[in-house]
């Protein structure tokens, strides 16, 4: 069982540029529907014209044509274009290949990894508001990548986050007020996070009912929350502390949580 108290349960930012699908935010609604820089023909991206566009000094082309590199759609998969392009939108101060690029130099793909460029990058999407951007630049202050480790600086910034609805911010937040054993705090923001199905999020709220931290105990919730992130092993043993009736209403209340949220 995952200690709640003895450590933080802080998600690392998972680096997978492979599929290009979870830290670098390929929007291809932005390529399909930005009418000024592309235009699909036949059902194609025409590459060709979104390059001269780009070419022309349009940020928003040189985005979605670092996001076609990146992603290998309608051109061979090349980091190396990807980073030129987005490097380019960046300078001209969009936010997202600001992000994009920071995550590039980061893994060192299409260019030498160095998470000090990664961090500056980062930083300057998170300036403008980028919540993945501020959820990252709080990562970077819990591990120490490219700056020097500083909980109270990430914690700014995961609430930065997590205010603008960054599900995995509002987790680590609710992390970090357990850990200083502000669970009154810790409740609010975990349960924000489960809510979107954040199962860590889920699975501590389980914990935080059972230990009575920030909230009476409650064997109930405890199975609610349990069940919902698909820890049955916890879920049954809440259920030897409670009386038929409650095992019965905390199954109900499962059942009605699970169908309002069917993602």
């Not at 990058?121 to 998170?126: C, D, I, S, V, Y």
């Not at 591990?143 to 909980?151: A, F, I, P, Q």
Request: hydrophobic share 35%.
């Amino acid at each position: 069982m995952r200690q709640l108290l003895s450590c933080l349960f802080i998600i690392l930012f998972a680096f997978s540029l492979a599929g290009c699908s979870s830290n670098v935010k390929v929007e291809t609604d932005k390529a399909e529907g930005h009418k000024k820089t592309t235009k699909k023909i036949a059902g194609i991206i025409n590459v060709q014209e979104l390059t001269i566009q780009a070419e022309k000094g349009d940020k928003q082309a040189q985005y979605n044509l670092g996001a076609l590199y990146a992603k290998g759609a309608g051109v061979t998969q090349d980091y190396t274009m990807a980073h030129k392009w987005w490097l380019k939108s960046a300078e001209q101060g969009d936010a997202s290949a600001q992000y994009n690029l920071g995550t590039l130099y980061a893994k060192g793909a299409g260019t030498s990894q160095s998470f000090t460029e990664a961090h500056k990058w980062w930083l300057k999407a998170a300036k403008q508001g980028e919540a993945e951007a501020q959820y990252t630049i709080g990562e970077t202050y819990v591990r120490g990548d490219g700056v020097s480790k500083d909980l109270g600086k990430a914690q700014e910034w995961f609430l930065k986050a997590a205010e603008q609805g960054q599900k995995d911010a509002q987790y680590n937040l609710g992390a970090l007020h357990s850990y200083s054993k502000d669970y009154t705090s810790a409740r609010e923001w975990l349960l924000k996070a489960a809510n979107q199905g954040q199962k860590e999020a889920q699975y501590d709220l389980g914990l935080l009912y059972v230990l009575g931290h920030g909230v009476p105990k409650n064997h109930v919730e405890a199975y609610k929350w349990f069940s919902i992130a698909t820890a049955h092993k916890e879920a049954e043993l809440a259920t030897t502390k409670m009386t038929p009736e409650q095992v019965a209403e905390a199954k109900k209340l499962t059942k009605e949580w699970l169908d309002a949220h069917p993602n």
